[in-house]
C-alpha cells in the first residue's frame, strides 16, 4: 500500500497497548545517508498546565508501528520496561533538519 503524507498526517496515531490516543502525525524522519524512513512523529502529551505550549514531541520508530489502517496508525508503544517514553524536544528537532 502505497500512501503520502498528506494522507498520512490525517490519521489518528493510537497505542495499541492502552489503548490512547497520540493525536496525528506532524513529521516523518528519514536516514538521508541510505533514503529509508526513520519514524515518525506526532505532538507530545499535552496537559491542563501546557495545553498552549509545544516543548516536545513524541518520535515512533518505524519498528513500532504495528499497521496503518483506513483511518489509524496502530502503534505499539511502552510495551517494554521502559517506563520514559522517547520524547524530543522541537527545539533540538529543528536544529537537527
Known amino acids: 500500500m502505497d500512501t503520502s503524507f498528506l494522507e498520512l498526517r490525517c490519521k489518528e496515531v ?3 497497548v492502552d489503548g490512547r490516543r497520540l493525536g496525528h502525525i ?20 499535552k496537559s491542563f498546565w501546557n495545553v498552549f505550549k509545544s516543548g516536545t514531541e513524541l518520535f ?6 504495528v499497521k496503518v489502517g483506513e483511518d489509524a ?3 505499539e508503544l511502552f510495551a517494554s ?8 524536544s522541537t527545539a533540538s528537532h ?3 533538519k
Open 26 to 45: 506532524v513529521d516523518v524522519v528519514f536516514n538521508l545517508e541510505n533514503g529509508c524512513l526513520q519514524g515518525v512523529v506526532v505532538p507530545g502529551e
Open 73 to 75: 496508525v496502530l502503534v
Open 81 to 88: 520496561s521502559n517506563p520514559n517514553p522517547p520524547y524530543i
Open 94 to 96: 529543528k536544529k537537527e
Open 14 to 16: 493510537v497505542n495499541v
Open 60 to 65: 515512533i520508530s518505524l519498528s513500532q508501528i
